[in-house]
């Protein structure tokens, strides 16, 4: 199974409301090896503190993407674990400074 430009865009959607600053794609998704049983694997970080707003955001993306979803910041991946991740790191999102300061359009 690949990951669908459809899917991709509603993980856009939604990063940008909720503070997340940089969203790439692990596991059996990236790697190209996922089947229909496969979770999304998801690397986080955000911008500011969200506290338990982490779980709801893991909720909101499993509801858009019909599938259970693993989201993860990089203080929760362990050290063994660490390398492979980074491995098969594909960025999904990432805002910009750019994007941070862009004029909003009415």
Do not use: H
Not at 15 to 28: K, M, P, T, V, Y
């Amino acid at each position: 199974m690949n990951f669908a430009s459809a899917e991709i865009e509603k993980i856009v959607e939604i990063c940008e409301r909720n503070d997340i600053e940089f969203c790439a794609l692990f596991g059996s998704f990236a790697r190209g090896e996922a089947n229909e049983d496969s979770d999304i694997d998801l690397l986080v970080r955000f911008s500011k503190p969200i506290g338990w707003a982490f779980y709801g955001i893991a909720e909101d993306l499993e509801k858009a993407l019909g599938r259970k979803v693993d989201l993860a910041t990089e203080n929760m991946i362990g050290k063994r674990l660490r390398e492979s991740v980074f491995r098969d790191l594909q960025v999904i999102y990432e805002k910009t400074e750019q994007c941070r300061t862009a004029p909003a359009y009415s």
